[in-house]
């Protein structure tokens, strides 16, 4: 193999304005291709009375043998026409209808790239900086058609840089329909609560933020190497030798995009854009039906594209808002004007891929950033591409020379793939011990300790999961054969995701009788008695004399060795369990000790705000409550209340401006 002519070949397949075609003769057989979209009876003789032969698909294509004209005009075919075909290996008639004669070319072009020897075309893959993590694949598919093109484009960021830009909120959506499909969505803050096991939702009431495993898959072009993909890094420029109306016919199968045909043509003419892209882009966009965005009903415009049409429930409006601004008052102008917009905005932009219009990340393509985007949805390149493939397909023309631009990323990992189907929700939103809820229970956190009745013999674990789909195992009842016993639960999602919940079970220290010996009394003490042993205040609303500043894990450690038995729990103020930090005001305080139950809320006199501290804010709260501008209630309305005489007078306010002044604290007790 000569490198000198190797050269030669690379310099006329990059420059794609001075691509070499020759012209070769085609096979001279009349083929037709099955319109219908539910496909069509094969029968044995013209007529619905014969017997059925086999169903042709919608799409196939078939030999047109002759024609025939029934006798009386229909005998089940609305023309009375009837077309004998054949159709893999099997011969009979089928209503001509439903037979569309192909009118393609009658020359079939080839490339050169084509002439080229297996060693030939792996210098060039060399040559055009494919990694060998793309050219195993790209072989199959030149060997399948070797008048394929491909060509490499660099992109203007490492593979890191580029999927951390396309993980930005919003930019990357994925369409979730069922539970099993959720582990492709993000469950960063913000776009997922463990708690609840509710997504948020961007767009509609189906459209979500994809997680990067799924953005990565979807933006690796090694995933999408095959026949049935490849079509997402087509140029899209108008090649007529292919890109017919009959090519455009095969994208808008339904009778009411098929009247526009002629204007999807036309636009291609006027704006150097491929016919087939953007009946493709229609397609995916507005369906093959008639809609809003396409019958003119909503101020008279049309917006095939849904051009403008940004996120919500009021898209489509949106885009036919701006599509009136446009005046895009009638299909064609819809259409054309449509096209102009994406060509100015993206094809010329150098997105001009489906690819690339989803992830604009060509170097040297546009300074717009990756932002610039045709559509959020991920898989948008991947499900146009297979439309645009059967189209070709049907037109019998796979084998044209179809040029594919493939973004080629440094540091891309050997290989990237979807995370396992299924909810990946494994948190407990239950933990109880012995019925009792375990102290200061959070599904994020995963370990707990736990006391029993010192004469104890065994525990009964139990628990719920927040996600239905999820199943515990590690729960039941636990021997405890010593003064420690370790238990593992553990919740596995429903993608196979494990969380592991360890319970340490200690034994209380047996009481001492007045000889000093252990009696068998278990009786649990009261809240007010556990509240007082630990060294709190309380009534039936509240509960203080905490120290300024003191942490959640003090009071959960002096109401645990003032009662062992008691299960007590700490949540803020939107009843979310807290299980460190500081105690503010408004915190509650959930305890249960034998029968009893309570939930008391947290007061910190001085702290008006919540924040577990006193200041210039907190001084301001009393301030508005007083001028009736502003007024507190609650635990707030309790904590303004410094002298403890009832009311929020100006005295309060006297005893908070001290406290600020370092002449006389506030007292907590």
């Not at 199959?140 to 992109?155: E, R």
């Not at 932009?349 to 604009?360: E, R």
């Not at 736990?450 to 009964?460: D, E, F, I, L, W």
């Not at 577990?612 to 501008?629: E, P, R, W, Y």
Request: proline share 3%.
């Amino acid at each position: 193999m000569k490198k000198k002519k190797t050269i030669i070949y690379i310099s006329l397949f990059i420059l794609f304005t001075t691509f070499f075609i020759n012209i070769e003769p085609a096979s001279a057989t009349k083929t037709g291709r099955i319109s219908s979209t539910t496909g069509v009876v094969l029968r044995k003789n013209a007529g619905t009375t014969y017997d059925k032969i086999t169903t042709v698909p919608h799409n196939a294509i078939v030999t047109i043998n002759s024609t025939k004209k029934t006798a009386d005009g229909s005998t089940g075919c609305s023309t009375g026409i009837w077309t004998n075909i054949t159709y893999n290996g099997s011969t009979g008639y089928a209503c001509s209808k439903y037979v569309e004669e192909q009118t393609t070319t009658t020359t079939v072009p080839s490339s050169d790239m084509a002439k080229m020897t297996d060693s030939q075309f792996d210098d060039y893959l060399d040559e055009q900086g494919f990694p060998s993590s793309y050219k195993t694949k790209l072989k199959s598919l030149h060997k399948s058609h070797p008048n394929w093109v491909f060509v490499s484009v660099q992109t203007k960021d490492n593979w890191a840089t580029t999927l951390k830009n396309e993980m930005y909120p919003t930019r990357s959506l994925y369409q979730s329909l069922r539970d099993g499909s959720k582990a492709f969505l993000s469950t960063a803050d913000g776009d997922y609560n463990w708690y609840t096991d509710k997504f948020t939702v961007y767009d509609g009431s189906t459209w979500y933020q994809a997680n990067e495993a799924t953005v990565a898959y979807f933006m690796d072009p090694r995933n999408f190497l095959v026949e049935d993909r490849v079509f997402m890094f087509e140029d899209v420029l108008y090649y007529p030798s292919y890109q017919t109306e009959t090519a455009v016919k095969g994208v808008l199968t339904s009778s009411f995009m098929q009247q526009y045909v002629p204007y999807f043509m036309s636009a291609a003419k006027l704006y150097n854009v491929s016919p087939v892209y953007l009946a493709s882009l229609a397609r995916q966009e507005v369906g093959l039906s008639s809609s809003t965005a396409t019958d003119g009903k909503y101020n008279g415009a049309y917006n095939f594209f849904n051009i403008q049409a940004t996120a919500g429930s009021d898209a489509v409006y949106k885009g036919l808002k701006y599509a009136k601004e446009q005046g895009w008052t009638t299909p064609q102008k819809a259409i054309e004007g449509g096209a102009k917009w994406i060509v100015n905005g993206y094809i010329n932009a150098g997105q001009h891929s489906l690819y690339l219009q989803k992830w604009n990340v060509k170097k040297n393509g546009n300074s717009k950033g990756y932002g610039h985007q045709y559509q959020q949805n991920i898989e948008a390149p991947y499900s146009q591409a297979k439309t645009t493939k059967t189209s070709y397909q049907s037109m019998g023309m796979l084998d044209y020379p179809f040029v594919f631009t493939i973004p080629v990323y440094s540091g891309i990992p050997s290989s990237t793939s979807l995370p396992k189907e299924g909810n990946p929700n494994n948190y407990l939103k239950t933990l109880t011990v012995d019925g009792k809820s375990v102290t200061n229970f959070d599904g994020a956190n995963t370990s707990y300790k736990v006391t029993v009745a010192y004469n104890a013999t065994s525990a009964k674990i139990a628990g719920t999961t927040v996600n239905k789909n999820a199943t515990i195992s590690g729960a039941g009842t636990i021997k405890l054969s010593s003064n420690t016993t370790t238990a593992n639960v553990k919740v596995t999602a429903q993608n196979g995701n494990v969380k592991t919940y360890k319970i340490t079970i200690n034994k209380a220290a047996a009481p001492a009788t007045s000889t000093g010996s252990s009696n068998d009394n278990t009786s649990a003490p009261t809240i007010a008695k556990t509240i007082t042993s630990a060294g709190y205040k309380s009534d039936n609303n509240y509960i203080w004399n905490l120290t300024l500043g003191s942490g959640v894990s003090t009071m959960i450690d002096k109401l645990e060795k003032a009662n062992p038995q008691a299960s007590i729990n700490i949540h803020d103020k939107n009843n979310k369990a807290k299980t460190s930090g500081t105690l503010v005001t408004g915190d509650k305080l959930i305890i249960k000790s034998g029968n009893e139950s309570k939930i008391l809320s947290i007061v910190i006199y001085g702290d008006e705000n919540g924040d577990g501290k006193i200041s210039i804010v907190d001084l301001g709260k009393v301030q508005k409550h007083l001028l009736n501008q502003s007024k507190l209630s609650g635990a707030y309305s309790e904590a303004a209340d410094v002298d403890k005489n009832g009311k929020i007078n100006i005295i309060d306010l006297g005893k908070i401006q001290k406290h600020l002044l370092k002449t006389s604290n506030i007292s907590q007790s």
